[in-house]
């Protein structure tokens, strides 16, 4: 087996020379006019009333670590005792 090798197809390089289209039956269909087709603009911007979220992914269920929060909380309290000790730490004066 060759590297590279195998395939043998026509790159067309120029999407203009396009003239149609070939369906999944082989059977090849010209392409519509550009004047042929016509864009309408909707007729109400509602949403559908079933319409509840339009992302295709079903929601993540918020877990709750307890085990991260007690960490956290540990944390808070070890930086909250560091702070009380500095601060006492700078209310001792040497003699006089």
């Given at each position: 087996?060759?590297?590279?090798?195998?395939?043998?197809?026509?790159?067309?390089?120029?999407?203009?020379?396009?003239?149609?289209l070939?369906?999944?039956?082989?059977?090849?269909?010209?392409?519509?006019?550009?004047?042929?087709?016509?864009?309408?603009?909707?007729?109400?911007?509602?949403?559908?009333?079933?319409?509840?979220?339009?992302?295709?992914?079903?929601?993540?269920?918020?877990?709750?670590d307890?085990?991260?929060?007690?960490?956290?909380?540990?944390?808070?309290?070890?930086?909250?005792?560091?702070?009380?000790?500095?601060?006492?730490?700078?209310?001792?004066?040497?003699?006089?």
């Amino acid at each position: 087996m060759e590297c590279g090798g195998g395939i043998q197809e026509e790159v067309n390089p120029d999407p203009s020379s396009i003239t149609s289209l070939s369906d999944t039956t082989g059977e090849e269909q010209p392409l519509p006019n550009a004047g042929e087709i016509e864009a309408r603009p909707a007729a109400t911007s509602e949403k559908p009333a079933d319409f509840a979220n339009a992302s295709p992914f079903p929601h993540r269920q918020e877990e709750v670590d307890v085990i991260a929060t007690m960490v956290l909380g540990v944390a808070a309290l070890a930086i909250v005792a560091f702070l009380a000790s500095m601060l006492g730490l700078l209310q001792i004066h040497g003699p006089r």
